[in-house]
């Protein structure tokens, strides 16, 4: 079965600093992943997803993730923090053995200082 | 393009008391519906999903119960609320059959049981 494990709860990084969200994963056949952001009392919005093709995936809001095979990984990166950045982020794969479930990381909440 | 609805945004409901949420897809046939629920402060916890009318899953909780009675409408009952039901709850779609499609969330409830 698949599940994705993101490290830290909580990440503080200076506006203008690198964004760095780590998510590893476990699948036994090639993952599709996603990443997802949420501000307070509103649904999930998409940032990017990972489906098989290029391993280097842009996003919205300047985002990108890498999906490396050989570290099980998909950080969620951006070059230069913004305040409006501050918010929770998860990551999630869906299950390919028919099941047509998505499972979610815990989330890791992000705060940019000013 | 696809939009979901959901309703309502806030409810504060007495313990004991039934409950009724509704979500609905417009735009798209024969979606993928899901129920999510976000306790303070932690991950989304699946709750049901359905593949088609009629068709539920049911991943966890005894005291809620989901139904699908149109292809594009999934609503979450309860016939008892009780505390610990309080929390922030999600529908989400995606397309039917397709894995490497991101699911695609409502606005969320916020539910206070008091």
């Known amino acids: 079965a698949q599940s994705v494990t993101q490290l830290g709860s909580h990440v503080s990084v200076s506006e203008g600093a690198l964004v760095l969200l780590r998510c590893n994963y476990s699948s036994s056949v090639p993952p599709y992943l996603f990443w997802y952001v949420q501000y307070p009392n509103q649904g999930l919005q998409l940032l990017l997803k990972y489906t098989s093709a290029a391993t280097l995936v842009k996003g919205i809001n300047g985002f990108e993730a890498e999906f490396k095979k050989s570290e099980t990984s998909f950080h969620l990166t951006k070059p230069s923090a913004h305040m409006s950045d501050a918010a929770e982020y998860f990551c999630?794969?869906?299950?390919?053995?028919?099941?047509?479930?998505?499972?979610f990381g815990t989330g890791t909440r992000l705060k940019v200082l000013a | 393009s696809q939009t979901i609805h959901q309703w309502p945004a806030t409810l504060v409901q007495p313990v004991g008391s039934p409950l009724s949420l509704e979500c609905t897809v417009e735009?798209?046939?024969?979606?993928?519906l899901y129920w999510y629920r976000q306790a303070a402060g932690r991950g989304l916890q699946l709750l049901f999903y359905s593949v088609g009318i009629g068709q539920i899953s049911s991943e966890v909780p005894q005291n809620l119960s989901a139904s699908r009675p149109q292809d594009r409408q999934f609503i979450l009952s309860s016939k008892k609320l009780l505390l610990s039901d309080s929390g922030f709850y999600l529908c989400a779609w995606t397309f039917q059959g397709r894995t490497n499609s991101p699911l695609h969330f409502g606005n969320g409830t916020r539910l206070t049981v008091t």
């Open positions: 999630a794969v869906s299950d390919q053995a028919g099941t047509y479930k998505y499972i």
């Open positions: 735009g798209t046939s024969n979606p993928n």
